[in-house]
């Protein structure tokens, strides 16, 4: 319904065209020890239809090439959406993302797609944006508080392919969010009928010197009930982030966030572990800008239970408006019994360099 009521507008509608190509000269640690070099493209096209403030719709396309597309290709459409404001209700319908929580890549509250497993690349500057087919209501209460609901009929857990779902497999839930002196106050729910839990979160996001988030989750199992799984399944993270501003011109950027799971395991596994299981997860991130055309950036993803992790450093160098020189290196440490990091597997060394253009 709401595609047809945007119909008439989108077909009169300017199309505002984003181009993002990027090409890096990459070189990468194999078995043996040796590095080996290739080449890899990524392309990012979206046009956004911008002629009615009142609707918005976005299509973006979106692919890698390492001499070939490896890309999935249920991924290569990356957003596929209308947005419609009727005065006070928004209505979304298609494939996008939605921000439930706090953080930027730990968040207990993501209950949507899920913000806590650890990342092996730490090159993009969204490291978190993964999409999916829904259809999302959302009700403002005043400038600061509005409720939302959303239905997800397509489940990550379904067979590739399948055009359709069961009730069994359905996700569907809500939140509502409000702003109490300050203290932006979130909580919401949703239940995942693919995987047969109940979950319920609660986030706060404030400012004292650093901003700072909490966010708590629980899943709770919809049968086979059991206390274990009901410990198992609460989550929490939080986070600290401040910009500092110098009379030079340069920016500084610190970020600090982890992931907590109370009942994880808190000392190192014998064998390699889900590191889903593990009690901590920590992300720094240090950026510095000396000016508006350098950027210096430094991130790790650790694991401090059982001594692994990464560590990224990346340069950006603006030659012309919106043409980027750009390098990256990156380095795991950890032995054979660690899941995700370790010094002994592909990739534990890794350089990349080249160019990005956005047009």
């Known amino acids: 319904m709401i595609l047809v009521l945007a119909a008439a507008a989108?077909?009169?509608?300017?199309?505002?065209?984003s181009v993002e190509i990027m090409g890096l000269t990459t070189a990468t640690r194999d078995d043996a020890g040796n590095l080996v070099f290739g080449l890899l493209a990524k392309g990012d096209l979206t046009f956004t239809a911008i002629a009615n403030s009142n609707v918005k719709a976005v299509t973006e396309i979106l692919g890698y090439w390492s001499g070939s597309l490896f890309t999935n290709p249920a991924d290569l459409l990356k957003r596929l959406y209308v947005k419609v404001d009727f005065g006070g209700l928004t209505a979304l319908v298609g494939k996008a993302r939605v921000t439930w929580g706090e953080g930027f890549v730990f968040n207990a509250g993501d209950v949507v797609f899920g913000s806590l497993t650890p990342l092996t690349n730490l090159t993009q500057s969204q490291l978190r944006d993964q999409t999916d087919w829904l259809a999302d209501l959302t009700l403002y209460l005043g400038s600061m508080t509005y409720v939302e609901g959303i239905f997800l009929p397509y489940s990550p857990?379904?067979?590739a392919g399948l055009p359709y779902t069961d009730?069994?497999?359905?996700?569907?839930?809500g939140r509502f969010v409000t702003d109490l002196g300050g203290l932006k106050i979130e909580t919401g729910y949703l239940f995942k009928a693919d995987e047969a839990i109940h979950h319920p979160y609660l986030s706060l996001h404030g400012s004292l010197f650093f901003d700072f988030d909490l966010s708590a989750a629980l899943k709770i199992p919809a049968v086979d009930y059991t206390d274990d799984k009901l410990k198992r399944g609460l989550e929490l993270s939080a986070g600290l982030f401040r910009m500092f501003q110098f009379?030079?011109?340069?920016?500084?950027?610190?970020?600090?966030?982890?992931?907590?799971?109370p009942f994880g395991l808190w000392e190192k596994a014998a064998v390699p572990s889900d590191p889903a299981l593990y009690g901590?997860?920590?992300?720094?991130?240090?950026?510095?800008?000396?000016?508006s055309d350098v950027s210096i950036?430094?991130?790790?993803?650790?694991?401090?239970?059982?001594?692994?992790?990464m560590?990224?450093?990346g340069l950006s160098f603006g030659i012309y408006q919106g043409f980027?020189?750009?390098c990256f290196a990156s380095g795991m440490w950890g032995d054979g019994s660690d899941t995700v990091f370790s010094f002994d597997r592909p990739g534990d060394l890794a350089f990349s360099a080249g160019l990005d253009f956005i047009y």
Do not use: F, W
Request: aromatic residues 4%.
């Open 10 to 17: 989108l077909l009169n509608a300017d199309l505002e065209t």
């Open 157 to 159: 857990l379904s067979p």
């Open 167 to 173: 009730v069994y497999h359905l996700r569907g839930g």
């Open 247 to 261: 009379d030079d011109g340069g920016v500084l950027t610190i970020r600090l966030e982890a992931a907590v799971r």
């Open 280 to 291: 901590l997860l920590l992300y720094p991130e240090i950026t510095y800008s000396p000016g």
């Open 297 to 309: 950036q430094l991130r790790a993803m650790i694991n401090p239970i059982d001594g692994s992790g």
């Open 311 to 313: 560590a990224s450093a």
């Open 324 to 326: 980027t020189l750009v």
